[in-house]
Protein backbone atom coordinates (compact mmCIF):
# COMPACT_ATOMS: atom_id res chain seq x y z
CA UNK A 1 0.00 0.00 0.00
CA UNK A 2 1.67 3.18 -1.50
CA UNK A 3 1.04 6.56 0.62
CA UNK A 4 1.28 9.96 -0.26
CA UNK A 5 0.32 13.35 -0.94
CA UNK A 6 -2.01 14.65 -3.24
CA UNK A 7 -4.67 16.66 -3.67
CA UNK A 8 -7.65 15.89 -1.18
CA UNK A 9 -11.19 16.49 -1.00
CA UNK A 10 -14.57 15.56 0.94
CA UNK A 11 -17.78 13.95 -0.45
CA UNK A 12 -20.81 15.45 1.32
CA UNK A 13 -23.10 12.83 3.40
CA UNK A 14 -25.92 11.57 2.42
CA UNK A 15 -28.19 8.87 3.10
CA UNK A 16 -29.80 6.29 1.04
CA UNK A 17 -33.62 6.09 1.01
CA UNK A 18 -33.59 8.50 3.87
CA UNK A 19 -32.45 5.59 6.20
CA UNK A 20 -28.61 5.09 5.95
CA UNK A 21 -25.71 7.59 6.01
CA UNK A 22 -23.18 7.80 3.98
CA UNK A 23 -20.06 9.77 2.69
CA UNK A 24 -16.33 9.63 2.03
CA UNK A 25 -12.84 11.41 1.05
CA UNK A 26 -10.53 11.37 -2.43
CA UNK A 27 -7.25 12.56 -2.85
CA UNK A 28 -5.26 11.94 -5.92
CA UNK A 29 -1.73 12.89 -6.96
CA UNK A 30 1.43 12.83 -5.24
CA UNK A 31 4.45 10.34 -5.93
CA UNK A 32 5.80 9.41 -2.77
CA UNK A 33 6.80 5.94 -3.39
CA UNK A 34 5.03 2.68 -4.50
CA UNK A 35 4.26 -0.88 -3.16
CA UNK A 36 4.82 -4.09 -4.60
CA UNK A 37 1.57 -6.59 -3.48
CA UNK A 38 2.28 -10.06 -3.03
CA UNK A 39 3.30 -12.59 -0.41
CA UNK A 40 5.54 -9.96 1.20
CA UNK A 41 3.94 -7.72 3.16
CA UNK A 42 6.36 -5.24 5.04
CA UNK A 43 4.38 -2.31 5.56
CA UNK A 44 4.49 0.98 3.46
CA UNK A 45 7.02 1.72 1.00
CA UNK A 46 8.74 5.35 1.87
CA UNK A 47 11.56 5.65 -0.59
CA UNK A 48 11.45 8.85 -2.67
CA UNK A 49 9.06 11.29 -3.78
CA UNK A 50 7.70 14.21 -2.22
CA UNK A 51 4.81 15.06 -0.21
CA UNK A 52 2.83 16.43 -3.32
CA UNK A 53 0.50 18.98 -3.31
CA UNK A 54 -2.37 18.64 -0.82
CA UNK A 55 -2.95 21.56 0.94
CA UNK A 56 -3.90 20.63 4.27
CA UNK A 57 -7.14 21.82 6.06
CA UNK A 58 -7.07 24.71 8.29
CA UNK A 59 -9.30 25.09 11.15
CA UNK A 60 -10.44 28.22 12.92
CA UNK A 61 -8.54 30.10 14.65
CA UNK A 62 -9.70 30.04 17.76
CA UNK A 63 5.63 52.09 36.19
CA UNK A 64 2.99 53.72 38.09
CA UNK A 65 2.80 57.22 37.80
CA UNK A 66 4.53 59.86 39.48
CA UNK A 67 4.06 59.87 43.98
CA UNK A 68 3.15 62.52 46.07
CA UNK A 69 3.45 63.53 49.90
CA UNK A 70 0.19 63.50 51.81
CA UNK A 71 0.61 65.60 54.63
CA UNK A 72 -1.55 64.84 57.69
CA UNK A 73 -2.60 67.34 60.67
CA UNK A 74 -0.49 67.75 63.72
CA UNK A 75 2.88 67.41 64.85
CA UNK A 76 4.75 64.84 63.86
CA UNK A 77 2.68 62.14 62.94
CA UNK A 78 -0.50 61.86 60.53
CA UNK A 79 1.76 61.57 57.39
CA UNK A 80 1.14 58.61 54.61
CA UNK A 81 3.54 56.43 53.31
CA UNK A 82 4.94 57.93 50.04
CA UNK A 83 4.28 55.65 46.60
CA UNK A 84 2.01 53.00 48.67
CA UNK A 85 -0.65 53.01 45.73
CA UNK A 86 1.71 52.57 42.96
CA UNK A 87 2.88 49.05 44.00
CA UNK A 88 -0.83 47.51 43.84
CA UNK A 89 -1.33 49.19 40.48
CA UNK A 90 2.35 47.21 39.56
CA UNK A 91 1.27 44.15 40.60
CA UNK A 92 -1.57 44.25 38.63
CA UNK A 93 -0.20 45.21 35.25
CA UNK A 94 2.91 42.15 35.63
CA UNK A 95 -0.86 39.68 36.29
CA UNK A 96 -2.41 41.32 33.53
CA UNK A 97 0.59 40.92 31.29
CA UNK A 98 1.11 37.54 32.08
CA UNK A 99 -2.02 36.02 31.39
CA UNK A 100 -1.81 38.24 27.98
CA UNK A 101 1.65 36.65 27.60
CA UNK A 102 -0.09 32.74 28.30
CA UNK A 103 -3.17 33.66 25.83
CA UNK A 104 -0.78 35.04 22.80
CA UNK A 105 1.77 31.27 23.88
CA UNK A 106 -1.33 29.24 23.43
CA UNK A 107 -3.13 31.03 20.26
CA UNK A 108 0.85 30.43 18.51
CA UNK A 109 0.87 27.21 19.83
CA UNK A 110 -2.48 26.07 18.62
CA UNK A 111 -2.01 27.92 15.05
CA UNK A 112 1.47 26.06 14.86
CA UNK A 113 -0.42 22.85 15.02
CA UNK A 114 -3.16 23.44 12.69
CA UNK A 115 -0.86 24.38 9.54
CA UNK A 116 1.71 22.29 10.07
CA UNK A 117 2.47 21.08 6.29
CA UNK A 118 2.33 17.62 4.91
CA UNK A 119 0.54 16.49 7.76
CA UNK A 120 -2.98 17.63 9.07
CA UNK A 121 -3.61 18.18 12.72
CA UNK A 122 -6.75 19.59 12.74
CA UNK A 123 -9.24 17.23 13.65
CA UNK A 124 -13.14 17.85 13.67
CA UNK A 125 -14.36 18.28 17.09
CA UNK A 126 -16.76 16.30 18.86
CA UNK A 127 -19.83 18.19 20.43
CA UNK A 128 -22.32 16.06 21.16
CA UNK A 129 -22.72 13.42 23.84
CA UNK A 130 -23.19 10.22 22.67
CA UNK A 131 -24.39 6.91 23.91
CA UNK A 132 -22.81 3.63 22.94
CA UNK A 133 -25.46 1.05 21.14
CA UNK A 134 -27.12 -1.88 23.35
CA UNK A 135 -25.44 -5.19 23.15
CA UNK A 136 -27.71 -7.40 21.03
CA UNK A 137 -27.86 -4.60 18.40
CA UNK A 138 -25.07 -6.07 16.51
CA UNK A 139 -25.13 -9.43 14.19
CA UNK A 140 -21.24 -9.34 14.86
CA UNK A 141 -18.80 -10.45 11.90
CA UNK A 142 -15.76 -10.48 11.01
CA UNK A 143 -14.07 -6.70 11.09
CA UNK A 144 -12.29 -6.61 7.36
CA UNK A 145 -11.77 -7.99 4.04
CA UNK A 146 -8.34 -7.38 2.28
CA UNK A 147 -8.91 -8.30 -1.30
CA UNK A 148 -5.60 -6.13 -2.12
CA UNK A 149 -3.56 -8.05 0.46
CA UNK A 150 -2.24 -5.08 2.56
CA UNK A 151 -3.04 -7.46 6.07
CA UNK A 152 -0.88 -9.34 7.09
CA UNK A 153 -0.82 -9.43 10.75
CA UNK A 154 -4.30 -9.61 11.06
CA UNK A 155 -4.21 -8.94 15.46
CA UNK A 156 -2.49 -6.03 15.03
CA UNK A 157 -5.06 -4.85 12.45
CA UNK A 158 -8.55 -5.83 14.69
CA UNK A 159 -7.12 -3.83 17.65
CA UNK A 160 -8.04 -0.55 16.86
CA UNK A 161 -11.36 -1.69 15.18
CA UNK A 162 -12.66 -3.74 18.22
CA UNK A 163 -12.09 -0.69 20.52
CA UNK A 164 -14.66 1.09 18.13
CA UNK A 165 -16.74 -1.78 18.66
CA UNK A 166 -16.43 -1.83 22.44
CA UNK A 167 -16.67 2.43 22.78
CA UNK A 168 -19.21 2.69 20.07
CA UNK A 169 -21.19 -0.48 19.96
CA UNK A 170 -21.09 -0.05 15.99
CA UNK A 171 -18.81 -3.08 14.68
CA UNK A 172 -16.67 -1.32 12.15
CA UNK A 173 -15.69 -3.60 9.44
CA UNK A 174 -13.15 -2.15 6.60
CA UNK A 175 -13.45 -3.34 2.97
CA UNK A 176 -9.91 -2.76 1.45
CA UNK A 177 -9.51 -2.69 -2.56
CA UNK A 178 -7.31 -1.63 -4.91
CA UNK A 179 -9.73 -3.24 -7.84
CA UNK A 180 -13.64 -3.32 -8.04
CA UNK A 181 -14.52 -5.55 -11.18
CA UNK A 182 -17.00 -4.59 -13.87
CA UNK A 183 -17.27 -1.28 -11.93
CA UNK A 184 -16.53 1.98 -13.31
CA UNK A 185 -15.60 4.22 -9.85
CA UNK A 186 -14.62 8.00 -10.87
CA UNK A 187 -16.77 9.89 -7.93
CA UNK A 188 -17.49 9.14 -4.30
CA UNK A 189 -21.52 8.95 -4.59
CA UNK A 190 -20.10 6.07 -7.28
CA UNK A 191 -18.17 4.98 -4.68
CA UNK A 192 -21.01 5.18 -1.87
CA UNK A 193 -23.69 3.38 -4.15
CA UNK A 194 -20.81 0.82 -4.14
CA UNK A 195 -20.48 0.22 -0.54
CA UNK A 196 -24.29 0.37 0.36
CA UNK A 197 -24.91 -2.73 -2.08
CA UNK A 198 -21.75 -4.19 -0.84
CA UNK A 199 -23.05 -3.68 2.79
CA UNK A 200 -26.35 -5.79 2.08
CA UNK A 201 -24.22 -8.30 0.55
CA UNK A 202 -21.53 -8.72 4.31
CA UNK A 203 -24.20 -7.91 7.22
CA UNK A 204 -27.90 -8.83 8.09
CA UNK A 205 -28.63 -5.89 10.53
CA UNK A 206 -28.39 -2.51 10.69
CA UNK A 207 -26.07 -1.79 13.30
CA UNK A 208 -22.67 -1.78 11.61
CA UNK A 209 -20.46 0.91 9.83
CA UNK A 210 -19.01 -0.41 6.54
CA UNK A 211 -16.01 1.85 5.38
CA UNK A 212 -14.60 0.60 1.72
CA UNK A 213 -11.00 2.09 1.09
CA UNK A 214 -10.54 2.15 -2.17
CA UNK A 215 -6.59 2.61 -3.77
CA UNK A 216 -6.56 2.19 -7.86
CA UNK A 217 -3.02 3.00 -7.83
CA UNK A 218 -0.26 4.42 -5.25
CA UNK A 219 -1.41 7.45 -3.81
CA UNK A 220 -4.48 7.93 -5.10
CA UNK A 221 -7.32 6.40 -2.45
CA UNK A 222 -10.97 7.04 -2.39
CA UNK A 223 -13.17 6.29 0.87
CA UNK A 224 -16.59 5.66 1.38
CA UNK A 225 -18.53 5.05 4.68
CA UNK A 226 -21.69 3.17 4.99
CA UNK A 227 -23.55 3.39 8.18
CA UNK A 228 -26.88 1.41 9.15
CA UNK A 229 -30.17 3.13 10.37
CA UNK A 230 -29.45 1.91 13.94
CA UNK A 231 -25.30 2.91 13.51
CA UNK A 232 -26.58 6.39 12.45
CA UNK A 233 -27.65 7.06 15.92
CA UNK A 234 -24.06 6.88 16.92
CA UNK A 235 -21.75 8.00 13.98
CA UNK A 236 -23.17 10.48 12.76
CA UNK A 237 -21.87 12.93 10.12
CA UNK A 238 -19.89 15.01 12.72
CA UNK A 239 -18.40 11.42 13.98
CA UNK A 240 -17.84 10.17 10.70
CA UNK A 241 -15.76 13.11 9.67
CA UNK A 242 -13.83 12.73 12.99
CA UNK A 243 -13.00 8.85 11.53
CA UNK A 244 -12.09 10.27 8.27
CA UNK A 245 -9.89 13.38 9.46
CA UNK A 246 -7.76 10.33 11.56
CA UNK A 247 -7.40 8.40 8.28
CA UNK A 248 -6.25 11.36 6.50
CA UNK A 249 -3.71 12.57 8.44
CA UNK A 250 -2.45 9.06 9.78
CA UNK A 251 -1.87 8.00 5.56
CA UNK A 252 0.72 10.12 5.41
CA UNK A 253 2.44 8.84 8.29
CA UNK A 254 5.30 6.44 7.16
CA UNK A 255 6.23 5.68 10.19
CA UNK A 256 3.03 3.39 10.67
CA UNK A 257 2.13 -0.41 8.91
CA UNK A 258 -0.79 -0.98 6.87
CA UNK A 259 -2.31 -2.39 10.23
CA UNK A 260 -1.33 0.37 12.50
CA UNK A 261 -2.80 3.11 10.04
CA UNK A 262 -6.93 1.38 10.13
CA UNK A 263 -6.07 0.42 13.89
CA UNK A 264 -4.88 3.45 15.08
CA UNK A 265 -7.68 5.83 13.37
CA UNK A 266 -10.13 3.77 14.58
CA UNK A 267 -8.91 3.32 17.90
CA UNK A 268 -8.25 7.08 18.00
CA UNK A 269 -11.68 8.34 16.37
CA UNK A 270 -13.72 6.37 18.94
CA UNK A 271 -12.38 8.34 21.42
CA UNK A 272 -13.09 11.38 20.43
CA UNK A 273 -16.44 10.78 18.92
CA UNK A 274 -17.90 9.48 22.68
CA UNK A 275 -16.19 12.44 23.85
CA UNK A 276 -17.06 16.01 23.82
CA UNK A 277 -14.12 17.82 23.17
CA UNK A 278 -12.80 20.62 25.64
CA UNK A 279 -11.99 23.62 24.22
CA UNK A 280 -7.98 24.08 24.77
CA UNK A 281 -8.98 27.69 25.72
CA UNK A 282 -10.91 26.47 29.03
CA UNK A 283 -7.64 25.87 31.12
CA UNK A 284 -5.55 28.53 29.64
CA UNK A 285 -9.05 31.33 30.93
CA UNK A 286 -9.02 29.22 34.04
CA UNK A 287 -5.24 29.55 34.77
CA UNK A 288 -5.60 33.40 33.63
CA UNK A 289 -8.58 33.97 35.99
CA UNK A 290 -6.70 32.58 38.94
CA UNK A 291 -3.46 34.55 38.55
CA UNK A 292 -6.34 37.49 38.03
CA UNK A 293 -7.52 36.65 41.44
CA UNK A 294 -4.84 35.86 43.04
CA UNK A 295 -3.44 39.45 41.83
CA UNK A 296 -6.10 41.36 43.19
CA UNK A 297 -6.12 39.21 46.66
CA UNK A 298 -2.52 40.32 46.70
CA UNK A 299 -2.91 44.10 45.98
CA UNK A 300 -6.12 44.08 48.68
CA UNK A 301 -3.40 42.01 51.13
CA UNK A 302 -0.27 44.66 50.41
CA UNK A 303 -3.30 47.39 51.01
CA UNK A 304 -4.67 46.08 54.14
CA UNK A 305 -0.84 45.84 55.45
CA UNK A 306 -0.07 50.09 54.97
CA UNK A 307 -2.97 50.86 56.34
CA UNK A 308 -2.19 49.20 59.60
CA UNK A 309 1.35 50.07 59.24
CA UNK A 310 0.22 53.88 59.26
CA UNK A 311 -2.43 52.98 61.97
CA UNK A 312 0.46 51.37 63.91
CA UNK A 313 2.85 54.45 63.50
CA UNK A 314 0.22 56.41 64.53
CA UNK A 315 -0.39 55.06 67.75
CA UNK A 316 3.25 54.92 68.30
CA UNK A 317 3.77 57.97 68.26
CA UNK A 318 1.29 59.27 70.40
CA UNK A 319 2.34 56.61 72.82
CA UNK A 320 5.86 57.68 72.74
CA UNK A 321 5.15 61.63 73.64
CA UNK A 322 5.55 63.12 76.72
CA UNK A 323 2.76 63.06 78.86
CA UNK A 324 4.01 67.02 79.92
CA UNK A 325 2.96 67.70 76.33
CA UNK A 326 -0.68 66.50 77.00
CA UNK A 327 -2.89 69.84 78.03
CA UNK A 328 -0.78 72.12 77.23
CA UNK A 329 -0.97 74.80 74.67
CA UNK A 330 0.23 74.67 71.32
CA UNK A 331 2.80 77.29 70.06
CA UNK A 332 -0.23 78.41 67.80
CA UNK A 333 -1.96 78.83 70.57
CA UNK A 334 0.51 81.26 72.29
CA UNK A 335 1.05 82.92 69.73
CA UNK A 336 -2.65 83.86 69.50
CA UNK A 337 -3.30 84.83 72.88
CA UNK A 338 0.25 87.24 72.40
CA UNK A 339 -2.09 88.45 69.35
CA UNK A 340 -4.86 89.38 71.77
CA UNK A 341 -3.11 91.41 74.40
Not at 51 to 80: A, D, E, K, L, M
Not at 171 to 199: C, F, K, M, R
Request: proline content about 4%; hydrophobic content about 30%.
Amino acid sequence: MARGGGRGSRGGGGSFGGSRGSGGRTSFGGSRGGRSFGNSKSGRSSSGGSWGNRTPRVGPIFSGGPTYRNYGSGPGFGRGLRGSSGCGCSVLITVIIIIIGIILFMSLFTSSNNNSSGNPNNITVSTIEREALPKGAVNETSYFTDQAGWISNQTQMTQGLRHFYQETGVQPHVYITDYIAGESIETINELSEYANDLYDELFTDEAHLLLVFYEPSPSDYMMAYITGTAAKQVIDTEAADILLDYLDRNYYDSNLTDEQFFSNSFRDAADRIMTVTTSPWIPVFTIGGIILLVGILFVWWKKRQEKVAIEQKRTDEILNRPIETFGKNSEADELAKKYEE
